[in-house]
């Protein structure tokens, strides 16, 4: 499993019966997760006296219940800041599982010696752009909801890159990627962290077992002759690292010499265990 394990501003500090116990920088959390499965109790004194607490609904959905939690804050990873509010389904604008992801591909950024660009697709708020623009490379977001890529923006920004090479789309990635391989432009990195389910902008649907593979070979065609590296993240249960691993390994051209690795993810929890996030496939290639 890759661990997210560099955090000051972020830790579960416990998880049990479908929840976890989050500190986000000053604020506590509690937000439902299906994979704690187990009960330990909730002995932790912090279970008693969160900053807010999303509830979820036996109908579906759910509603935070707001104790001291501001509208907005921040919370930092190393150069990066990342502004945080809560909002729709439990969510705050950030995963910080994926930083064991940014740690991966801004070390391969940082020591390849070359100019790197690198394409972000279902970009979100931008935590994957703002990585590989602070390690030095230029990068193209693209999301299709307006306000993800305009809160994407200002992370960047009180990240201390808003005048980095960041150029930031509001578009359907599949179309995006489509007009990207006609205009013949090349990237030596390529992110994508794609949705289970979702609808483009002409109510084309968008399916992740039927469509992510297809997408994926698209995508194989913007890689420039010396690729760096292509990563697949996975909410998605039936995308486990084995199916990533298949999958990635039959899309990339052999030419490229690629190595393919997928793992799970996870945040370290302060009782011991490690809370599965998912998993990711990671390609890099060989010179």
Request: aromatic content about 12%; some cysteine.
């Amino acid at each position: 499993m890759w661990i997210a394990d560099g955090w000051e501003d972020y830790e579960v500090i416990d998880c049990s019966g479908g929840e976890k116990l989050e500190r986000w920088g000053d604020y506590t959390l509690i937000r439902p997760d299906p994979q704690v499965i187990w009960d330990t109790s909730k002995k932790n004194p912090y279970w008693k006296k969160p900053s807010a607490h999303y509830h979820r609904s036996n109908k579906g959905g759910g509603e935070w219940e707001f104790f001291n939690l501001p509208e907005e804050w921040t919370i930092h990873y190393k150069e990066l800041s990342f502004n945080l509010k809560p909002f729709s389904f439990k969510h705050t604008g950030l995963f910080p599982e994926q930083a064991t992801n940014w740690d991966w591909f801004g070390n391969l950024i940082r020591n390849v010696g070359r100019p790197v660009n690198v394409l972000n697709l279902f970009a979100y708020t931008g935590g994957a752009t703002a990585a590989a623009a602070a390690a030095g490379a230029s990068v193209v977001h693209v999301d299709a909801a307006k306000g993800m890529v305009a809160w994407a923006k200002e992370n960047a920004s009180i990240s201390g890159l808003q005048n980095a090479p960041i150029k930031f789309y509001v578009d359907d990635c599949v179309k995006l990627v489509e007009r990207e391989i006609r205009r013949g432009h090349k990237y030596e990195g390529i992110i994508m962290d794609p949705p289970s389910y979702g609808r483009g902008p002409k109510g084309e649907i968008w399916k992740i077992e039927e469509s992510i593979y297809p997408f994926i070979k698209e995508c194989v065609k913007l890689l420039s002759d010396k690729p760096l590296f292509f990563l697949v993240n996975s909410y998605t249960t039936g995308l486990q690292p084995a199916v990533l691993t298949y999958m990635l390994s039959t899309a990339m051209p052999k030419e490229y010499n690629p190595s393919v690795k997928a793992e799970e993810i996870g945040l370290p929890v302060k009782n011991g265990l490690v809370l599965p996030c998912g998993a990711s496939g990671r390609v890099t290639f060989g010179s």
